[in-house]
């Protein structure tokens, strides 16, 4: 029983998964969006995003932290100089996890890690869902103001 065990060991040994966790974080930086499974996914998000809150401040010692982890001098630098600007107003939640389905192989939960500041149609959706109506007649309302404020100066010109 893995009772209070923090950490998803993945099957393998300590070295073997900070390894596979630091290419995998790596990737993610660079590329923005990577595939794999559920499990590993969910290991990803608690290594990559202190390491995304560190970037926030950029400093010799925050950069060294980082490298210590990452050992990738590209994603280091990608990740201080494009992925904190953008991520600079967030307080946290760096990264999404969309569920894929199975794998055809092994049956395993795929899932597909992405930073959030970086999927261009997620974003445009909210702009879209916010001009969204309600079912009360939200619209025709709002027909109707726009119809009175043109009728309203056109009346008033022909009144002079």
């Known amino acids: 029983?893995?009772?209070?065990?923090?950490?998803?060991?993945?099957?393998?040994?300590?070295?073997?998964?900070?390894?596979m966790l630091?290419?995998?974080?790596?990737?993610?930086?660079?590329?923005?969006?990577?595939e794999?499974?559920?499990?590993?996914?969910?290991?990803?998000?608690?290594?990559?995003?202190?390491l995304?809150?560190?970037?926030?401040e950029d400093s010799t010692h925050q950069r060294r932290l980082?490298?210590?982890?990452?050992?990738?001098?590209e994603a280091v630098t990608e990740l201080f100089r494009e992925v904190s600007q953008k991520i600079a107003n967030r307080n946290g939640g760096y990264t999404r996890i969309l569920k894929l389905g199975?794998?055809?192989g092994d049956g395993a939960e795929m899932a597909m890690m992405e930073l959030v500041d970086y999927n261009e149609n997620m974003l445009k959706d909210t702009t879209a869902k916010k001009a969204k109506t309600t079912r009360r007649?939200?619209?025709?309302?709002?027909?109707e103001t726009v119809e009175?404020?043109?009728?309203?100066?056109?009346?008033?010109?022909?009144a002079e």
């Open 22 to 34: 630091s290419n995998m974080a790596s990737s993610l930086i660079k590329h923005k969006r990577i």
């Open 148 to 158: 009175a404020a043109a009728e309203t100066p056109a009346t008033e010109e022909k």
């Open 102 to 104: 199975r794998r055809l």
């Open 66 to 73: 980082v490298f210590a982890e990452l050992r990738d001098k």
């Open 36 to 50: 794999t499974t559920l499990a590993k996914a969910k290991a990803l998000r608690k290594y990559v995003e202190p």
């Open 137 to 143: 007649g939200g619209k025709k309302k709002a027909a």
């Open 1 to 19: 029983m893995r009772h209070g065990c923090k950490v998803n060991h993945l099957s393998r040994k300590t070295a073997h998964r900070d390894a």
């Open 52 to 56: 995304i809150t560190k970037s926030k």
